[in-house]
């Protein structure tokens, strides 16, 4: 397996990542992956630092005749989103990602690949170690926990980096140059129910969801995927004269669009004939509407054994109407980027159980008052429903800056290697670029990356020719960045 993924190239961009993929490195328990990276800093006996969040920078001085360029800080985040599907044996705690070669991609066999961000970091411990690549002196950032809060980027301080240039290579499109990204906030509502016993006479079912693509909550939101909490509400909403619910188990992270959701029901053996007609018809239609963009989709109705509670029926019509009014997707496109999507909720977990509902989501948007425009707007739906409401892991986006003179440098070197112009975009996904720069204020910073698809999801796979060229792109970036003033 990993020896033709190793057999790639570039041989040290793919050996690196081999290395890489094979620590355990979730977010918020990047403690492996951080050893890993001091490991690795101090074999090359460059300087390595470990700051109090646990972000790890390492140095390097200018190849000889460079020493005139600015400083730059090449950064990428350790952590990776942990997906796999549900029939995969995988734990992500203790084994390294299993790789794959499919055609023109790099896969992971049921599991998250890791390329995002695990190709920047292999990128970067490729110039670290190499001693014919020109480059100016160097400061590696590798930051921590960026999938789940970006509190690594949050607790960077100040002092620790003198670069004047940030490259983060943790875009997923070969052929755009990122200069703006979305900000974030995590909405989570809680509220609790009543429980009854299970009515006499009826029949326990459980029903899945599955199948759906999933993907970034972010750089998907747009495509109109299925999102299983969605569908799942969608089901019982419409079945609910039929059933009591007593257990619901959808989605997984904030940060990825849910693939799965699982119920635990219980149907009147009175209308057990009558459910499973309607339920059919439902399941029609909602295959019919996704066979575009999901076209796997499954909804399974299994019998299984009768649960002994059921929420009562007043608490579930209540937490019905609530999925059912909370905003998901794409809320409001850009008015100043084509085709940038502006502001987007993604309705992510839904938890029903032992008298208690937990809600998640994850509101971005790159314009600061669209963001709490639209945290407003779901904080008001669950609090008229009785929910409480939290809003915490709040982080800046990144404006845009068309003149920044780095990306004159990018956009020319481009042009000059591929004779073609590249796409400069700013993206609905939370970049580390925007919480950063306030404590760097004065850094020039710009984002690209390799062709990634399907990240945060087990489909997610990495383009091996777009990663030659992302590699080509890179070297010539750093051979030309300019002299200091």
């Known amino acids: 397996m990993n020896k033709e993924i190793r057999a790639l190239e570039p041989t040290a961009l793919w050996n690196n990542f081999a290395d890489l993929n094979a620590v355990p490195r979730g977010s918020k328990k990047e403690e492996k992956v951080i050893q890993f990276m001091v490991d690795f800093g101090k074999k090359l006996n460059l300087e390595t630092i470990v700051d109090s969040v646990g972000n790890v920078i390492i140095k390097k001085p200018a190849f000889k005749g460079m020493e005139n ?10 952590d990776m989103v942990h997906q796999k599907n549900s029939d995969t044996v995988f734990d992500f705690d203790t084994q390294g990602i299993e ?3 499919d055609g023109e991609w790099v896969k992971a066999k049921g599991t998250t690949l890791g390329a995002d961000n695990g190709l920047g970091v292999a990128a970067i411990m490729s110039i670290l170690e190499a001693k014919d690549i020109k480059h100016p002196a160097i ?6 926990d960026e999938e789940t809060g970006m509190t690594g980027a949050m607790g960077l301080q100040a002092g620790y980096l003198n670069g004047e240039i940030l490259l983060n290579l943790d875009t997923e499109d070969d052929d755009e140059i990122d200069i703006g990204c979305a900000g974030g906030i995590d909405i989570t509502a809680k509220n609790s129910f009543n429980e009854v016993n299970t009515p006499t006479n009826s029949t326990g079912y459980t029903i899945a969801v599955t199948g759906l693509n999933g993907g970034h909550s972010g750089m998907d939101i747009h495509k109109g995927l299925g999102n299983a909490n969605k569908i799942m509400n969608r089901f019982l909403y419409e ?10 188990n959808g989605g997984s992270l904030r940060n990825a669009i849910p693939r799965e959701s699982f119920a635990i029901i219980s149907v009147y053996n009175s209308t057990k004939s009558a459910f499973l007609k309607k339920a059919k018809n439902i399941i029609k239609d ?5 066979k575009t963009v999901d076209p796997n989709v499954e909804i399974t109705i299994t019998e299984c054994k009768n649960p ?11 937490l019905l109407k609530v999925i059912y009014s909370t905003h998901n997707g794409v809320y409001r496109m850009s008015n100043d980027m084509k085709g940038l999507v502006e502001t987007s909720n993604n309705l992510a977990r839904v938890i029903v159980n032992n008298e208690l509902i937990e809600i998640k989501c994850l509101t971005r948007s790159s314009v600061e008052s669209g963001k709490m425009d639209l945290a407003n707007s779901l904080t008001a739906t669950f609090e008229l429903a009785g929910y409480s409401v939290t809003k915490g892991g709040s982080y800046p986006g990144w404006k845009p800056n068309i003149d920044s003179p780095i990306l004159k440098v990018l956009s020319n070197s481009y042009e000059k290697l591929f004779e073609n112009k590249a796409n400069i975009v700013a993206c609905h996904a939370g970049l580390e670029c925007g919480i950063l720069g306030t404590n760097y204020p004065e850094m020039d910073m710009i984002s690209f990356g390799p062709t990634i698809k399907g990240a945060h999801s087990p489909d997610e796979r990495a383009n091996i020719k777009s990663s ?10 750093l051979e ?4 200091k003033k």
């Open 286 to 290: 909602i295959k019919a509407e996704l």
């Open 99 to 101: 790789m794959k070669i």
């Open 69 to 78: 360029r600015k400083t730059i800080v090449l950064q990428s985040h350790l």
């Open 239 to 248: 079945n609910q004269a039929f059933l009591r619910i007593s257990e619901i």
């Open 139 to 144: 400061e590696a950032l590798f930051t921590i």
């Open 308 to 318: 002994e509670k059921v929420m009562t029926t007043i608490s579930q019509t209540n």
């Open 468 to 477: 030659q060229k992302f590699w080509k792109f890179l070297l010539e970036i």
């Open 480 to 483: 030309n960045i300019p002299v």
